[in-house]
């Protein structure tokens, strides 16, 4: 019953259509109440899968646990009282403490950032997309999330977004920050669609680009509230962005969907994603989890019905990090790649490939895949020095798809501890077992049978004997000299292992060799539990990089998290050979 009546209040909101300045209450207040009361229910029927989602994915949980606050303070609001909502979207080439090479993607003063001085001051895991002169940076905003609710921007329909972009249009020179991406207008059916974060871009020309992202839709017949991955379109270069798709979405009662993956080729899109549930495929009652694929052949109007892609995961064993990737044009192949805890956040873990010779169409069994490596982990097992997590270890999959003698490779990368650590009494469950405290290198390996066999791990940090520091987080593309580009953090520069820079590997013999190349003008630290918006141990779990998927410019465009400035920023670099 008590549903019944939150969804009258919100049919109320969206019929009489108020505004933040005209109506009795603010408009998100039933809205923060029905998405508080359903994260609420999803973690007590997910359990601990709760834990073993990414840090964007966790931002729906936090709904739940700020319920109180958040409806205090829009309960506190007065239509009389001006809050101060302009988007200033003027980004200066440079700022503070950054230089020429190393240019602002989200705007460190954008008055949206500072509507609270404890909340919205977080822009994190970032992804690139880059077609000939236009390229976009997509990146979690909790200051367009505190926008949002507060119905002061955006979105007729009062959905919440966490997802912001920025736009270049000289080919990664320099960034003008967009704002956030607003769902509407919804699909039919839908009341709210709120967009959660998790964002991944990709391209198929210099108009047309793509976002997929998180998101909960709020539906007008029971079971009302899904989960799903949602995707927009833009056709203007990225300028702007239509409403939202639903790309797969289930009952959030017992389904939570989480990091989401995409592929561009032409109009055929590719996401994989991780879906936590409570029961079949698994015993009844029994937690699992299970790496899912879905695609559209028509530029994301339409979209086929889930593919399982591993064997479903029950119990305290979970799988995570999922990544796909399209090989060479003609080839009609399809990678995903993920990584199995088959001890939940202890040891065994691994990274698993299935390939799809028919475009997506279909894959072999769940129970059919080749084995890339197995990882140990860094840190504790869940995170590292500095205190954010870093338990999802693969990071990224990348084909090339040049017309170099390297045409088809397949390569991946992950941050692993196998190489040094040292007894740590507090670390639990521990990289190698209990009390062990493993440091991260970036680890890449490569396939020239089109996935089926791997190399042994070839490293892409510098060693650094001396000194016991992390690398943590890769990101992976092939550019369009075949060459094989790996931006990742780096404590190197910091014999403590507290202060983080910004390093982009470079191969050009296929990943046999590395040089590293620092993008950072200055080291920063880990900073988070800033903002209530965000959970505590908040860093992002990924950074991106791409190239001109038009193959008309050289180079690579990295993007990343950035602490300089004192609270979380998104910062790039162009990187040209």
Same mark, same amino acid.
């Given at each position: 019953?008590? #549903?019944?009546?939150?969804?009258?209040?919100?049919?109320?909101?969206?019929?009489?259509?108020?505004?933040l300045s005209?109506?009795?209450?603010?408009p998100?207040?039933?809205?923060i109440?029905?998405?508080?009361?359903?994260?609420?229910?999803?973690?007590?029927?997910?359990g601990?899968?709760?834990?073993?989602?990414?840090?964007g994915? *966790?931002?729906?949980?936090n709904? &739940?646990?700020?319920?109180?606050?958040l409806l205090?303070?829009?309960g506190?609001?007065?239509?009389?009282?001006?809050?101060?909502?302009?988007?200033?979207?003027?980004?200066?080439?440079?700022?503070?403490?950054l230089?020429?090479? @190393?240019?602002p993607v989200?705007?460190?003063?954008?008055?949206a950032?500072?509507i609270?001085?404890?909340?919205?001051?977080?822009?994190s895991?970032?992804?690139v997309?880059?077609?000939g002169?236009n390229?976009l940076?997509?990146f !979690?905003?909790?200051?367009t999330?505190?926008?949002?609710i507060l119905?002061?921007?955006?979105?007729?329909s009062f959905s919440?977004?966490?997802?912001a972009?920025s736009?270049s249009k000289?080919? &990664?020179?320099?960034f003008?920050?967009?704002?956030f991406?607003?769902?509407?207008?919804l699909p039919?059916?839908?009341i709210?669609?709120?967009?959660?974060?998790?964002? +991944?871009?990709g391209c198929?020309?210099?108009t047309?680009? /793509? /976002?997929?992202? #998180?998101?909960?839709?709020?539906?007008?017949t029971?079971p009302?509230?899904?989960?799903?991955?949602?995707?927009?379109?833009?056709?203007?270069?990225?300028?702007?962005?239509g409403g *939202?798709?639903?790309?797969?979405?289930l009952?959030?009662s017992?389904?939570?969907?989480?990091?989401?993956w995409m592929?561009?080729?032409?109009?055929?899109?590719?996401?994989?994603?991780?879906h936590f549930?409570?029961?079949?495929?698994?015993?009844?009652?029994?937690?699992?989890s299970?790496?899912e /694929?879905v695609?559209?052949?028509d530029? &994301?109007?339409?979209?086929?019905?889930?593919?399982?892609?591993?064997p479903? *995961?029950?119990?305290?064993?979970f799988?995570?990090?999922?990544?796909?990737?399209?090989?060479?044009?003609?080839? !009609?192949? +399809?990678?995903?790649?993920?990584?199995?805890?088959p001890a &939940?956040?202890?040891?065994?873990?691994?990274?698993?490939?299935?390939?799809?010779?028919?475009?997506?169409?279909?894959?072999p069994?769940?129970?059919?895949?080749?084995t890339?490596?197995?990882v140990?982990?860094v840190?504790?097992?869940r995170? +590292?020095?500095?205190?954010f997590?870093?338990?999802?270890?693969l990071?990224g999959l990348?084909v090339?798809?040049?017309s170099?003698?390297?045409?088809?490779?397949?390569?991946?990368?992950w941050?692993d501890?196998?190489?040094k650590?040292?007894?740590?009494?507090?670390a639990?469950?521990?990289?190698?077992?209990a009390?062990t /405290?493993?440091?991260?290198?970036v680890? %890449?390996?490569?396939s020239?049978?089109?996935?089926s066999?791997?190399?042994?791990p070839?490293?892409v940090?510098?060693?650094?004997? %001396?000194? #016991?520091?992390?690398?943590l987080?890769?990101?992976?593309?092939v550019?369009?000299?075949?060459?094989?580009r790996?931006v990742?953090y780096d404590r190197r520069?910091?014999?403590?292992?507290f202060?983080?820079?910004t390093?982009v590997?470079t191969?050009?013999? @296929?990943?046999a060799?590395?040089?590293?190349?620092?993008?950072t003008? !200055?080291?920063?630290?880990?900073?988070h539990?800033?903002?209530?918006?965000?959970?505590?141990f908040?860093m992002?779990?990924?950074l991106?990089?791409?190239?001109?998927? %038009?193959q008309?410019?050289?180079?690579?465009?990295?993007?990343?998290g950035?602490?300089s400035?004192g609270?979380?920023? +998104?910062?790039s670099?162009?990187?040209?050979?």
């Amino acid at each position: 019953m008590k #549903l019944n009546v939150r969804c009258l209040a919100i049919f109320a909101v969206c019929l009489c259509g108020a505004s933040l300045s005209n109506a009795q209450l603010p408009p998100g207040q039933s809205h923060i109440e029905m998405l508080a009361t359903q994260a609420n229910q999803t973690a007590a029927a997910l359990g601990e899968k709760v834990d073993q989602v990414s840090n964007g994915g *966790a931002n729906f949980f936090n709904i &739940g646990t700020m319920d109180a606050r958040l409806l205090t303070t829009l309960g506190n609001l007065s239509p009389t009282v001006p809050v101060n909502s302009t988007m200033d979207a003027r980004l200066p080439t440079t700022l503070g403490n950054l230089s020429a090479t @190393a240019v602002p993607v989200s705007n460190p003063i954008e008055p949206a950032d500072f509507i609270s001085r404890l909340a919205g001051n977080t822009q994190s895991e970032e992804s690139v997309a880059w077609c000939g002169g236009n390229a976009l940076v997509g990146f !979690n905003d909790s200051g367009t999330f505190v926008a949002s609710i507060l119905g002061l921007v955006g979105s007729p329909s009062f959905s919440f977004s966490f997802n912001a972009w920025s736009r270049s249009k000289d080919a &990664g020179g320099s960034f003008e920050n967009k704002g956030f991406l607003i769902a509407d207008p919804l699909p039919s059916g839908s009341i709210f669609l709120d967009l959660m974060g998790d964002p +991944v871009l990709g391209c198929s020309s210099s108009t047309t680009f /793509y /976002y997929a992202s #998180l998101a909960t839709d709020t539906r007008t017949t029971p079971p009302f509230t899904f989960s799903a991955i949602s995707v927009s379109k833009s056709v203007d270069g990225g300028d702007t962005f239509g409403g *939202a798709r639903i790309a797969v979405e289930l009952p959030a009662s017992t389904n939570f969907l989480d990091k989401p993956w995409m592929a561009v080729d032409g109009d055929n899109l590719h996401v994989t994603y991780t879906h936590f549930f409570v029961g079949a495929p698994c015993p009844t009652g029994v937690q699992g989890s299970m790496i899912e /694929y879905v695609r559209s052949v028509d530029g &994301g109007i339409n979209w086929f019905p889930p593919i399982p892609i591993s064997p479903p *995961a029950c119990g305290t064993p979970f799988v995570q990090g999922s990544q796909v990737a399209v090989g060479p044009a003609g080839r !009609n192949l +399809v990678y995903v790649a993920w990584e199995n805890f088959p001890a &939940g956040f202890g040891t065994g873990r691994s990274i698993r490939l299935k390939t799809s010779m028919t475009g997506g169409a279909s894959f072999p069994p769940p129970g059919t895949f080749a084995t890339v490596s197995a990882v140990t982990a860094v840190g504790d097992g869940r995170q +590292v020095q500095g205190l954010f997590r870093t338990f999802i270890d693969l990071q990224g999959l990348a084909v090339d798809r040049s017309s170099q003698p390297t045409s088809g490779n397949v390569y991946i990368t992950w941050h692993d501890g196998r190489g040094k650590s040292q007894a740590d009494p507090f670390a639990s469950p521990g990289c190698k077992g209990a009390s062990t /405290y493993c440091f991260g290198d970036v680890l %890449l390996s490569r396939s020239t049978t089109g996935g089926s066999t791997w190399s042994p791990p070839l490293q892409v940090n510098d060693n650094d004997p %001396l000194s #016991l520091t992390d690398h943590l987080f890769p990101g992976l593309v092939v550019d369009n000299a075949g060459g094989v580009r790996v931006v990742f953090y780096d404590r190197r520069r910091d014999s403590r292992n507290f202060l983080i820079d910004t390093f982009v590997g470079t191969s050009v013999d @296929a990943g046999a060799s590395w040089t590293n190349t620092r993008v950072t003008p !200055n080291s920063f630290p880990s900073i988070h539990a800033q903002d209530m918006v965000v959970n505590p141990f908040y860093m992002g779990d990924y950074l991106g990089i791409a190239a001109d998927k %038009l193959q008309q410019q050289a180079g690579v465009i990295a993007a990343w998290g950035d602490n300089s400035l004192g609270d979380p920023n +998104v910062v790039s670099s162009k990187q040209i050979p």
